[in-house]
């Protein structure tokens, strides 16, 4: 390639992401913008375009100098129908800077290169004075490993509009993603105006305010209702032609492929309550609160196949890309089950159930997308009942899927749950873990794994409801997947990449994008002591100020700065938070801090437990204290037997727990559905929420006596799973000591 580059780490002057191929720092003085610079471009490529209007908008400087100091050169390579496309060659020297190039990408990705090695205020809207402009001298040569490199928005459950889109395409340029996979419709409304089906954005653009505070009720996803125009409390919105045509010609300017998702024959409930006749007989009715599930297409209605090529016509009017995704996921087959049509059309097709119908629906909009001159693409349920012959496979469901579909020599694009879905928890999906991703599946051939073109992330919107939420759940794990997706495998380094995503925060600040910061890590939730105590979070090596408040109110950027011990002699609680140099603020830890509370008298071994009976599916703990209890008694333990025989549940342990020595006691409450343990009014684990068979931990300093004891926890119905341990100082974990439980006698 070039010279003989280093491909090692990145050195820390360079936070490039994702990292270059090969790079090397050649130890010339810096080149610099000025007024002076010239850019010189026979071929006029948009890159250079973009370059000028970069340092037009944040530099005040046109590029249109004498250039006999200072010139930036574009050209293609000379074989460069040769090399492989969206490569380039970059050289800076102190009065050149030269940009080689196999197609116009390559030279896009160039200027993506160049603004990360120029100062993070080149992403300022306007001129900035008094900044040296100035690029280090490198020496790069670079291209992606993989041809698809993606982002999924799903606009439908919530909407977001057309400037908030093109700052998404501007941070994919700058991260060389290349392709946006739009998810326009689905059962939270239908997002694009189709001029042949009004109703479409007329009545599934939009949903009722059902109520109650999001996320139970406000404009939630669940519980959809639709309504007319009329409606005055009423979500959502709709991109029209015109500006669907703005969104794909920005994203074209920025090497982006626009690929529009159209749900079919599923998630279609925006389309059904706009034109109940797509439906199949013997459904519900679709436009009442709660009935979310009538979202199929009837499959053996003409209708619906007419309905929805004639939607595909606009659409491929709109967006050139060569594929279109037809979703055709989690498609609820029992509809067609219960259809006179559906069952006329398997019999006279000679299918052999439900599947193979949906793969004849999908297999139609295959050859419809082809004879245009198109590629489908669905996720991996269209490998079900038969893959269509020119259909591509989204693997999500793990990488079965798409294992299956490259082994069948189809081309796939990976984005299982497991690494690539950014609207799940931190928690879940942590940076790191995106990091350790690897999309070309080990079961694969080499011939084989060529047929995994690259991979995406996706950002699906249930739970997501406004533009600042979005863009944390995708920063700073968009990073890690961008580097997943273009530098070699060979140079995944997690220290290289820690370091320069440390530094490419600034650069989010400048961009405006809001990003996740980890929550400051705390030796312990709370503290009961005597006197005084001094407390401390752990230190860990990140980008951020450290601040905290010692009144329990929330940390802010004027807060005073943690840089050792705080101590602390009354009864407070301390809150921590890491705020970023551009003034964001991440999630607090806190530490109750309590006096420890007087003995206790008139105690008995055991806990009192209450239990309650509830109606409704809570998301959260119920409030124990409002509602009446069904029964109560006294037992040694807790645990799942103490529950009551009902389908949905509530069961809260009372009394006293006693710490013999001094130390760190840890917690661990395992439970389905939620969970919380409190030491005097200190929540020591909180594992509220619905969800399956989860472990949390929480760890407390006590001095030796007693302490109230609370467990609460609730169930909505399914497994009945709750257990609690301790480790109690220089002990191992195991079940509570029924020693060590007391309650007070009535
Ligand atoms: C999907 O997450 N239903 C593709
Ligand atoms: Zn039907």
Same mark, same amino acid.
């Given at each position: 390639m070039l010279l003989g580059l280093m491909a090692a780490s990145l050195p820390l002057a360079s936070s490039i992401i994702p990292a270059p191929v090969e790079y090397r720092a050649t130890g010339q003085a810096p080149f610099r913008f000025t007024a002076e610079t010239k850019v010189v471009d026979a071929q006029g490529t948009n890159a250079s375009k973009r370059l000028k209007e970069m340092l037009a908008r944040s530099a %005040?400087? /046109?590029?249109?100098?004498?250039? +006999?100091?200072?010139?930036?050169?574009? !050209?293609?390579?000379?074989?460069?129908?040769? $090399? !492989?496309?969206?490569?380039?060659?970059l050289k800076v020297s102190p009065g050149e800077i030269l940009i080689e190039y196999s197609t116009e990408a390559g030279a896009f990705y160039a200027v993506q290169t160049l603004r990360q090695l120029l100062p993070d205020e080149v992403e300022s809207n306007k001129p900035v004075k008094g900044i040296d402009w100035r690029v280090p001298s490198v020496e790069i040569a670079d291209g992606p490993r993989f041809a698809w490199r993606g982002m999924m928005l799903d606009e439908s459950r919530h909407f977001f509009g057309v400037e908030f889109v093109k700052r998404q395409l501007d941070r994919m340029a700058l991260l060389k993603q290349n392709v946006f996979h739009w998810h326009l419709t689905d059962d939270g409304g239908w997002r694009i105006e189709i001029k042949k089906y009004p109703n479409l954005t007329k009545t599934g653009a939009w949903r009722l305010d059902t %109520?109650?505070? =999001?996320?139970?009720?406000?404009?939630?996803?669940?519980?959809?209702?639709?309504?007319? #125009?009329?409606?005055? +409390?009423?979500?959502?919105?709709?991109y029209t032609q015109a500006q669907i045509k703005e969104i794909v010609r920005y994203a074209a300017d920025r090497h982006i492929t626009v690929v529009p998702e159209i749900e079919m024959p599923g998630h279609a409930l925006a389309a059904t309550v706009s034109y109940p006749e797509l439906l199949c007989e013997n459904v519900p009715a679709a436009d009442k609160p709660g009935k979310t599930v009538s979202n199929v297409l009837c499959a053996g209605n003409d209708l619906s196949v007419k309905f929805m090529e004639e939607v595909l016509d606009e659409? $491929?009017?709109?967006?050139?890309?060569?594929?279109?995704?037809?979703?055709?996921?989690?498609?609820?087959?029992?509809?067609? +089950?219960?259809?006179?049509?559906?069952?006329? *059309?398997?019999?006279?097709?000679?299918?052999?159930? #439900?599947?193979?119908?949906?793969? =004849?629906?999908?297999?139609?909009?295959?050859?419809?997308?082809?004879? +245009?001159?198109?590629?489908?693409?669905? =996720?991996?349920?269209?490998?079900?009942?038969?893959?269509?012959?020119?259909?591509?496979?989204? &693997?999500?469901?793990?990488?079965?899927?798409?294992?299956? @579909? /490259?082994?069948?020599? !189809?081309?796939?694009?990976? &984005?299982?749950?497991?690494?690539?879905?950014?609207?799940?928890?931190?928690? /879940?999906?942590?940076? #790191?873990?995106?990091?350790? =991703? #690897?999309?070309?599946?080990?079961?694969?051939?080499?011939?084989?794994?060529?047929?995994?073109? %690259?991979?995406?992330?996706?950002?699906?919107?249930e739970w997501i409801p406004d533009a600042r939420k979005c863009e944390r759940m995708q920063y700073p794990r968009a990073l890690a997947m961008a580097e997943v997706l273009w530098s070699p495998a060979g140079h995944r380094d997690p220290t290289s990449f820690r370091e320069r995503a440390n530094q490419f925060y600034r650069r989010l600040d400048a961009l405006g994008a809001a990003y996740t910061m980890p929550i400051p890590e705390v030796p312990?939730?709370?503290?009961?002591?005597?006197?005084?105590?001094?407390?401390?979070?752990?230190?860990?090596?990140?980008?951020?100020?450290?601040?905290?408040?010692?009144?329990?109110?929330?940390?802010? /950027?004027?807060?005073?700065?943690?840089?050792?011990?705080?101590?602390?002699?009354?009864n407070t609680t301390l809150s921590f938070a890491y705020v970023s140099a551009g003034g964001q603020i991440g999630d607090v830890a806190r530490i109750d801090c309590r006096p420890r509370p007087a003995p206790p008298t008139g105690l008995?071994?055991?806990?009192?437990?209450?239990?309650?009976?509830?109606?409704?599916?809570? *998301?959260?703990?119920?409030?124990?204290?409002?509602?009446?209890?069904?029964?109560?008694?006294?037992?040694? @333990?807790?645990? @799942?037997?103490?529950?009551?025989r009902a389908e949905k549940f509530g069961v809260v342990w009372d009394g006293y727990f006693e710490a013999i020595e001094p130390g760190l006691y840890t917690f661990w409450l395992t439970s389905d559905d939620g969970s919380r343990l409190w030491l005097e009014d200190a929540l020591v684990v909180d594992n509220d929420g619905p969800h399956a068979a989860v472990e949390k931990a929480g760890a407390v300093l006590l001095l030796p006596g007693k302490y109230r004891l609370r467990v609460e926890w609730f169930d909505q119905g399914g497994a009945n799973t709750l257990k609690l341990e301790m480790a109690a100082p220089g002990d191992d974990r195991g079940p509570v000591p029924a020693n060590l439980l007391f309650h007070r006698q009535p």
């Open positions: %005040g400087l /046109a590029l249109v100098g004498p250039g +006999k100091t200072s010139q930036v050169v574009f !050209r293609p390579k000379s074989d460069a129908k040769k $090399l !492989r496309p969206d490569w380039y060659w %109520g109650g505070v =999001w996320p139970s009720g406000g404009w939630n996803y669940e519980n959809v209702q639709f309504v007319g #125009e009329k409606h005055p +409390k009423r979500y959502g919105g709709y659409v $491929l009017a709109l967006f050139p890309s060569t594929f279109v995704h037809v979703g055709a996921d989690e498609v609820l087959k029992t509809f067609w +089950k219960n259809c006179p049509k559906c069952q006329a *059309r398997i019999k006279d097709h000679g299918l052999k159930n #439900e599947e193979e119908l949906q793969s =004849w629906f999908v297999r139609h909009f295959d050859a419809y997308l082809a004879k +245009k001159g198109r590629r489908l693409v669905g =996720w991996d349920e269209i490998l079900e009942g038969g893959l269509a012959p020119g259909a591509t496979v989204m &693997s999500w469901r793990g990488t079965s899927g798409g294992i299956a @579909a /490259a082994k069948a020599g !189809r081309d796939v694009v990976m &984005s299982p749950t497991s690494h690539c879905y950014f609207d799940y928890s931190y928690q /879940a999906i942590s940076t #790191e873990h995106v990091y350790s =991703w #690897e999309p070309v599946p080990t079961q694969l051939s080499p011939e084989e794994g060529a047929r995994v073109m %690259g991979g995406q992330y996706n950002v699906w919107t312990f939730s709370a503290v009961f002591f005597e006197g005084s105590v001094s407390v401390r979070p752990l230190e860990e090596a990140v980008p951020f100020n450290l601040r905290y408040t010692t009144d329990g109110s929330q940390p802010t /950027a004027k807060s005073p700065v943690c840089e050792g011990d705080v101590s602390v002699d009354r008995a071994t055991g806990l009192s437990v209450s239990r309650y009976l509830i109606s409704g599916t809570p *998301r959260s703990m119920p409030d124990f204290h409002q509602m009446e209890e069904h029964d109560r008694f006294v037992v040694p @333990a807790v645990d @799942a037997e103490t529950r009551p």
